[in-house]
């Protein structure tokens, strides 16, 4: 595997960079795994300041840890920004939250006084992608750092400067040596990491493929692990939806991050009486996108991530129009070399087309037309992922109605979809288990331990079990 950064709009190659060695990995282990020892006894408040300064520094020099993410996978500046600044959120959240979130419970038992206690479970293994270098480590860092979990981690091939910048952002920070590392990983060693004894669990964010080649290793060897995986999310727009909003919202559900998000919209299921409507209104939205320079604030639609993808997404295309979908719309070619894929509106997908419940990573949204809301909730259902969903309806209590019957992790109703902190994030199906974010995130790598305590033995004792009543 080669990690290269490879400008996406100019095609120049960046800078390579070499994989770990087997020192290096094992230097890093080490590390890491004195650094849990000593952890395992210090206060959750004694690495809450490494948060908050790496919440600064992450605000402090938005522009330039942003310019990395533009030059490295292609992503509009302006949204790059963005993704800094969502850093700094997800830092000073747990700052700010994660005592009070650790803390422990009470239990009331006849057995004395007890209670659960969440100590750090150990060193963890990350894997994580492309899309949102930073965002997507924050959110595994953040909670667990808190919790004491050191990480080393792997990330996506292509984006080797930005898993170099975070690093170094948490090492200024003042995180101590082992907190967290980055290793060039190839996928041999990434199973070689994963099963080394030290290491307790393993989270990952990718492609189905991806997590299921983890989860087997990490299965093999009783780690425990989180997945996201993708998904092909539903926008739902329901017989009495508000079509102003919705034309405000469906375009970027779709092309934000130029497609390529894993809880991105890739299915509007539209009723029959807003169809037309619909189409008109997302052709124009699509026509109507300004590709460039994804430095120039002008620029509305970034290049895809590399070559490559922009070559697997057009192949899903060609392959869905052979098999009877209609190209609905398709924008017109612009001169660039840069990797940008035009955007695309196809219908008629049927269920026996190859696209039907496939990802199309990238600005390329199915339209399916339903007869009623009950018609969309089947379809919305009728995939193999359940990640994240958009619901559009006349009130938002009747959007919440639908949103409860979809089989997903999260539904967004009459708003786009978002991403905070305090939001726990995860899906269901072929799209993972676990959250991260929240409270449920912050106790996905977690030792509860159960402390039962009382001044002498309890005399309803039996062969080790305690029971109510004497026998």
């Not at 780690?223 to 375009?251: Q, R, S």
């Not at 894929?341 to 496939?358: E, H, Q, R, S, V």
Request: hydrophobic share 40%; aromatic share 8%.
């Amino acid at each position: 595997m080669a990690y290269q950064t490879t400008n996406p709009y100019t095609n120049e190659v960046v800078k390579t960079y070499e994989n770990a060695t087997a020192d290096e990995i094992e230097a890093s282990l080490a590390q890491a795994q004195k650094l849990y020892k000593q952890w395992r006894n210090d206060p959750v408040s004694s690495r809450i300041p490494v948060l908050r300064k790496l919440a600064q520094i992450f605000r402090d020099e938005t522009d330039d840890l942003a310019k990395v993410l533009t030059i490295e996978m292609g992503k509009l500046f302006v949204e790059a920004q963005g993704e800094v600044q969502l850093c700094a959120m997800i830092a000073d959240y747990y700052a700010e939250h994660a005592e009070d979130l650790l803390k422990p419970r009470k239990i009331e038992s006849i057995s004395g006084d007890a209670q659960l206690e969440n100590h750090p479970l150990g060193v963890l293994m990350a894997v994580e992608p492309w899309n949102f270098p930073y965002y997507q480590m924050m959110r595994i860092f953040a909670p667990n750092f808190a919790v004491g979990d050191p990480i080393v981690y792997k990330h996506a091939a292509i984006t080797p400067a930005a898993a170099l910048a975070f690093e170094d952002a948490v090492k200024r920070a003042g995180a101590p040596a082992g907190a967290l590392k980055n290793l060039f990983l190839s996928y041999d060693q990434v199973s070689t990491v994963v099963a080394d004894k030290r290491v307790q669990g393993v989270a990952l964010t990718g492609s189905e493929r991806g997590g299921v080649a983890v989860a087997e290793e990490a299965g093999k060897h009783l780690k425990k692990t989180t997945m996201e995986l993708g998904g092909v999310d539903a926008f739902i727009v329901a017989h009495d939806a508000n079509m102003d909003d919705v034309k405000a919202i469906a375009p970027r559900a779709r092309l934000y991050n130029a497609g390529q998000v894993c809880t991105s919209s890739k299915r509007f299921i539209v009723t029959a009486n807003h169809y037309d409507e619909f189409l008109e209104s997302l052709k124009a939205a699509f026509a109507s996108v300004k590709m460039g320079d994804p430095m120039d604030p002008k620029t509305t639609l970034a290049p895809m991530n590399s070559r490559k993808a922009k070559e697997k997404l057009q192949k899903q295309v060609d392959e869905a129009l052979t098999n009877g979908a209609t190209a609905y719309y398709v924008h017109e070619p612009i001169d660039s070399d840069g990797q940008f894929f035009m955007p695309t509106i196809l219908t008629d997908i049927t269920k026996d087309n190859p696209a039907y419940g496939k990802e199309m990573f990238g600005p390329v949204a199915q339209v399916y037309k339903v007869a009623d809301d009950d018609e969309a909730m089947a379809l919305a259902n009728d995939a193999d992922y359940g990640l994240g969903g958009i619901v559009f309806a006349g009130s938002a209590e009747a959007g919440a109605e639908l949103a409860s019957r979809i089989e997903t992790g999260m539904v967004f109703v009459n708003t786009f979809f978002s991403s905070l902190p305090e939001l726990e994030f995860g899906g269901v199906k072929r799209s993972g288990f676990g959250r991260e974010l929240g409270q449920t995130g912050i106790s996905s790598f977690v030792n509860q331990e159960l402390v039962v305590k009382r001044e002498h033995p309890n005399d309803n004792e039996a062969g080790g079990l305690v029971l109510p009543h004497k026998f």
